[in-house]
């Protein structure tokens, strides 16, 4: 599903000089597995969702999604790979706050070649229990609330993987276990394959497959 190889990437600082900060040899992830990556603020794990993403481009190496290799993709092209076949739940939730629930939903939906299915999306959010809020819009939305609607929003597409940047971070305690279920049970119930970023160790405890970044990314480990 997911196959990264020889990735580099590195920033332009101020004085000119480049600050690397991914160089990972290899990172694979089976079709509808779920997995959590671990570490430390500032080690690159939101650098490296958006590098799987095609939101950032890596200086070097390949990134293979479900067989296609987007590295090779045009800006375009990954736009719309990543509208199809992707689904990120961003920490900062990202909604349009001049939009309703039910249409930040649908929004997804526009930047694929199908129409927007406004039953699916209702559906979703039924599903992550705002039924009943679908014409609220976000400043109306507790912060709980808001994260769930951003999760339906990055199912929306049937994506094949699904990338969660701390998603239960912003969220108030009483409610993170629920945002996590929630995200577990609708990508096993869709067969998606799930990449989870947290700092965590109550959230990384919950999974099976648990990879530490300092140990794969050459950056951080100094070898």
């Given at each position: ?11 332009t600082?101020?004085?000119g ?19 959590v ?32 290799e ?16 992707i ?10 706050p ?16 199908g ?20 014409t ?26 699904l990338?969660?940047?701390e ?14 279920d ?10 998606v ?27 951080v480990?100094?070898?």
């Amino acid at each position: 599903m997911l196959q990264l190889k020889d990735i580099k990437k590195s920033f332009t600082q101020p004085d000119g000089t480049e600050l690397p900060i991914l160089d990972i040899a290899e990172f694979n992830v089976a079709p509808a597995e779920q997995m959590v990556l671990v570490g430390r603020s500032g080690g690159g794990k939101t650098t490296l969702l958006h590098v799987i993403a095609g939101i950032s481009r890596p200086d070097a190496g390949k990134v293979r999604i479900d067989d296609w290799e987007i590295t090779l993709f045009s800006e375009a092209e990954c736009d719309r790979f990543r509208a199809e076949r992707i689904g990120y739940v961003f920490q900062t939730f990202n909604l349009l706050p001049g939009f309703s629930a039910l249409e930040n939903v649908l929004l997804a939906m526009r930047f694929t070649r199908g129409r927007p299915d406004k039953a699916r999306a209702r559906q979703l959010l039924e599903r992550v229990g705002l039924g009943h809020r679908t014409t609220h819009k976000p400043t109306m939305l507790s912060v709980g609330e808001q994260q769930r609607v951003a999760v339906a929003r990055a199912l929306a597409n049937q994506p094949k993987l699904l990338l969660a940047d701390e998603p239960t971070a912003n969220v108030d305690s009483g409610h993170q276990q629920q945002v996590l279920d929630l995200i577990r049970q609708t990508c096993a119930e869709e067969d998606v394959a799930l990449v989870l970023v947290t700092h965590t160790p109550e959230v990384a405890g919950q999974f099976e497959r648990v990879d530490h970044l300092e140990e794969i990314n050459q950056v951080v480990t100094g070898t």
